[in-house]
Nanobody, 123 residues
């Protein structure tokens, strides 16, 4: 069992930055691909970014490419999402997720999910 806790959400003006963190329990963090997803009010959950076990491979949705960056620190059991140049359309609840299977990346077939953290970008 893996428990994920996200922190770092909040209210920011358009153009600003936030860094989300997600800390995992357990000693097998490095065995999981980690992902960030988001769900805006009235919309479906969407993929934001993912990072493979070693951190050597990262993937970002086109909507955030060049503005967001996912990273991880396996020694701290933590994955990060640095969000720059934020836009009002980035407003959503952001979820951290973990999956063992290397076949899963941008689809929400992850094994474990955090409770989410709200990000609100004002115009």
């Amino acid at each position: 069992q893996v428990q994920l806790v996200e922190t770092g959400g909040g209210l920011v003006q358009a153009g600003g930055s936030l860094r989300l963190s997600c800390t995992a329990s357990g000693r097998t963090f490095s065995s999981y691909t980690m992902g960030w997803f988001r769900r805006a009010r009235g919309k479906e959950r969407e993929f934001v970014a993912a990072i493979r076990q070693s951190g050597g491979s990262t993937y970002h949705a086109n909507s955030v490419k060049g503005r967001f960056a996912i990273s991880r620190d396996n020694a701290k059991n933590t994955v990060y999402l640095q969000m720059n140049s934020l836009k009002p359309e980035d407003t959503a609840v952001y979820y951290c997720a973990a999956v063992r299977s290397i076949m899963v990346l941008s689809t929400p077939n992850y094994d474990y999910w955090g409770q989410g953290t709200q990000v609100t970008v004002s115009s």
